[in-house]
């Protein structure tokens, strides 16, 4: 592969140019639709749309990692310095020519650059938002703290996405960016939640219920992104035992070695194995069943509230747990399927997305913000 700078600026300012254009398209649909509304009711649709956009861009992530495409412009922000693969096809043609399997082609190159694109596209309307949230602070459902502190959680995330490629798609760092996209997922998510005004009484005990949940299942999918960015769905064949044994060879200090390249030396300066590997992969299949138990048991209370709406989320969670464990098994049993690994981790997303909208909305009695909100959203 010909020599690349990591970091590239020269493309910048178009790359900002071609963000704009990008966000004016669902800005001006929200605008369009939401004519004769208010502000604070297009801000709603407009962060209703930036929601569903980010889920996207949490799934076609998790297709450039699993089409092996991180790379496929391996400099940032641009491709070879360029906007798009069409300025940097000679490089690109060059890169393919040398080694056809490897981590630069013409499609990788551009399934790299759409998720780029998206991700400009989500943070440019983030920050539309932020900017609309500040001037109408004074009828926003919720504090101006929000939309703020996701500005801010974006462009981290873009930082993340620098390292993704800069460091060469270093375990740590993809991990986190994975989070990373989660987190942002679940601050528009609570935005969302409030300007839809429309709470739910869940009792304190259940409410707890709820935070250990999704704090049992934030652990579930850091080891789900510390499998997937090593490489380790493979690492065990056959379910529900692994390469033949209920408890095969593990070498956990190897495997959760944190600060280390992909597949580069674990603990002790031993280079990462395929025990290694097994224990990554183990790790994440025997908290699958800690999460699983929880997840039931808060689906079954939920199913018992006699708030129909609660009910409907409790259908729901059960609904996707069952989906999230047949995509788990699928991945396993069948080889790592494209389609099947795409679900699972669209599974991930919108289990974040079902518990914390359940938790934004959420409160003991009407208070004075759901009261603002239900102004708002008038």
Sequence with gaps: MPSQALVDFAPTLRLLLLAALLALLPLSWV???????????????????????????????????????????????????????FGAHADIHAAQTAQPSGPVTFSKAWIEMIHRYLAMTVGALILVIAAFSVAERRRLPFSLAWPLLTLVWVLVQGIFGKYTVTLKLYPAVVTLHLLGGLTLLALLAVQHA????????????????????????????????????????????????????????MDFAGGFTVLRELGGVAAHGRPLTLEGLVAIHMAHRLFAVVVAVALSALAWRLWRQNEAALRRFGVALAGLLFAQVLSGLSNVVLGWPLIAALAHSAGAAALVLLLTTLLARSVSRLSPVWARAGVAAA
Aim: charged letters at 10%; proline letters at 6%; one cysteine or more.
């Design 31 to 85: 605008w369009l639709r939401q004519r004769g509304k208010n502000t604070s009711a297009r801000l709603a649709a407009l962060t209703a749309l930036t929601l569903f956009l980010t889920f996207d861009l949490i799934v076609f992530g998790s297709f450039t990692r699993l089409s092996d495409s991180g790379l496929g412009c391996p400099d940032w922000p641009g491709c070879y310095g360029e906007v798009s693969p």
């Design 194 to 249: 409030r300007f839809r005004a429309v709470p739910l009484g869940l009792p304190g005990s259940l409410r707890s219920g709820v935070w250990v949940a999704l704090g049992l299942l934030v652990v579930q999918l850091a080891l789900g992104g510390w499998v997937s960015s090593n490489y380790a769905v493979l690492a065990c064949v056959g379910f529900p035992q692994c390469n033949g044994s209920w408890w095969p060879a």
